[in-house]
């Protein structure tokens, strides 16, 4: 029998960990918010800490100050260099007591609003779409058709695997098993075609399709049902042969072999893609219902920072009008002294306890709703003076290259923390809503060794993809050659890259007759 030895030995392992506070994952939490989720987590926490109050608009803010006369506004000592909050216990040890002891002072609160507001930037509702969804729609529709319970079954569940452009994500077979394995009903892959086929008939045109070729032909199907004169029914009946013989020739755009096999002639050939083109390829993308149920989704872009002229400078603004302005609750500061000029009983501590970390909970989400705004404003203010000469014309051309690690290096923040501040915000300019990620682009340099941005590059290439002859569009080679007589030395694979960026195709399929 083998002899086994276990050696145990102690040691010591010294290892260097990055821990984030609570605090500090909730403020870059906050930090990434776009203005209409921030003025609702701000809600959230006002629901969710009794300690903190809302002051209304007409009430003044005056700054507090604690017993020491140390103003209770300035940003707390234990801030980092990136704009987060220092690493601490959950249970913040700061000393209300001060501040709490004289009855008349004001309660600690903050002033975010300033008059540089834009006069047309009136308090706002968001408004909220109510409407039916797609499904719901085509499910009301679906109660019309003479159908019995079992084939109505089926036809909700093929009507719940239909997607947003209306397309049919299951298979008969696949949607027949389901049926089986989940609902218990027997039925075979041919009763589903024939509810299938039931389906395909409401509105939208083309709905319940399982692919782009389905889909075009139960359009034409429909158009041929109600066509009303002969030259109608000749260009329908090319065009459905078209769509189930030679598909492929026309997805790639070999109009040459169309023209051969469907024994037309240019002009003829050029009346059934119009036709084709005029046809619904997401027929669910463009049923007027379906905008409304975007709409709840998205409920539309709300710019997070305002930009106007002021003579001849540029004054940057959050918008924040519809924030509440946040104070500690007076009645929490009044209940916590008594509680602790009582600390005979049990309950008493507890309760003083508890009033006192929902006091600190509300100090540390109004000191980080502040330190937001001072890090929103200050990159902000960063990319405005990056971009001046952009923001000052409105001319896309006057983009300069500009890296996150350059506004990093400027404001002295982290890189991460330049990211969350300019993702998914938007700033309202004098030209119109952009995207802060739009101002960020790559450089290169052209032959005078200029940097020059790839936005304005993509640009002229789209520019020059606009105004070619589609009858021979221009390939990449050309399109690089266009570009050098700009004075933009763009490589071919390039070009084909920023193509792909802007969803141009390539030039075989931007060609028509």
Avoid at 104 to 114: I, T
Avoid at 223 to 241: I, Q, S
Avoid at 402 to 407: G, Q, T
Avoid at 418 to 439: C, D, E, H, N, W
Wanted: hydrophobic residues 35%; contains cysteine; aromatic residues 8%.
């Amino acid at each position: 029998m083998a002899d086994y030895k276990t050696d145990f030995r102690q040691s010591l392992d010294q290892r260097l960990l990055l821990k984030l506070s609570p605090q500090q994952i909730q403020f870059m939490q906050l930090l990434q918010l776009p203005t209409v989720a921030m003025e609702q987590r701000i809600k959230d926490e006002l629901e969710n800490n009794p300690a903190l109050e809302e002051i209304s608009t007409d009430e003044t803010a005056p700054v507090a100050e604690d017993a020491h006369g140390e103003d209770l506004e300035k940003t707390p000592e234990d801030w980092t260099e990136d704009g987060l909050p220092a690493a601490t216990d959950e249970k913040t040890e700061w000393n209300i007591d001060d501040y709490l002891n004289d009855e008349d002072r004001e309660d600690y609160a903050y002033k975010r609003r300033d008059n540089n507001y834009p006069s047309e930037d009136d308090r706002y509702e968001t408004p909220l779409a109510s409407a039916e969804s797609f499904q719901e729609y085509l499910l009301s529709q679906l109660g019309f058709l003479p159908l019995s319970a079992t084939e109505k079954q089926i036809g909700e569940v093929i009507v719940g695997n239909i997607d947003e452009n209306g397309y049919l994500q299951r298979t008969p077979e696949a949607i027949a098993n389901d049926l089986a394995f989940y609902g218990g009903l027997d039925v075979t892959a041919e009763e589903v075609k024939k509810v299938l086929s039931a389906v395909q008939s409401l509105d939208p045109p083309g709905v319940a399709a399982q692919n782009l070729q389905e889909c075009l032909r139960i359009q034409l199907k429909q158009l041929e049902r109600d066509h009303e004169t002969p030259g109608e029914a000749e260009l329908l009946t090319l065009a459905l042969r078209l769509t189930d013989r030679y598909f492929e020739d026309f997805l790639k755009r070999r109009y040459e072999h169309l023209t051969e096999r469907l024994h037309i002639d240019g002009d003829k050939l050029q009346q059934v893609l119009q036709l084709l083109s005029g046809l619904n390829p997401k027929p669910g993308a463009a049923w007027s219902g379906h905008d409304a149920d975007a709409a709840r989704q998205n409920p539309g872009i709300v710019p997070d920072f305002y930009l106007f002229y002021d003579d001849d400078d540029l004054v940057l603004t959050l918008h924040n009008k519809n924030e509440p302005v946040l104070k500690v609750s007076g009645a929490y500061n009044q209940m916590l002294q008594t509680y602790k000029d009582d600390k005979q009983s049990r309950a008493n501590r507890e309760a003083a306890q508890f009033v006192k970390e929902k006091i600190d909970a509300a100090r540390w989400f109004i000191d980080m709703v502040r330190q937001r705004q001072q890090t929103l404003l200050t990159i902000g203010n960063s990319l405005v003076n990056f971009q001046k000469d952009y923001f000052l014309s409105g001319d896309p051309h006057r983009l300069k290259p500009m890296r996150l690690k350059d506004i990093a290096a400027e404001t002295g923040y982290d890189i991460s923390t330049v990211s969350r501040v300019t993702a998914q915000k938007y700033m309202q300019t004098p030209f119109g809503i952009i995207a802060l990620k739009t101002l960020f682009s790559q450089g290169i340099q052209n032959e005078e060794g200029t940097e020059i941005s790839t936005a304005r590059i993509k640009e002229a290439l789209k520019t020059l993809i606009d105004g070619e002859d589609k009858t021979a569009p221009l390939s990449d080679d050309v399109l690089v050659e266009e570009l050098k007589k700009q004075g933009l030395s763009v490589a071919r694979r390039t070009i084909a890259k920023y193509r792909q960026q802007l969803d141009i195709p390539v030039a075989r399929m931007r060609r028509t007759l």
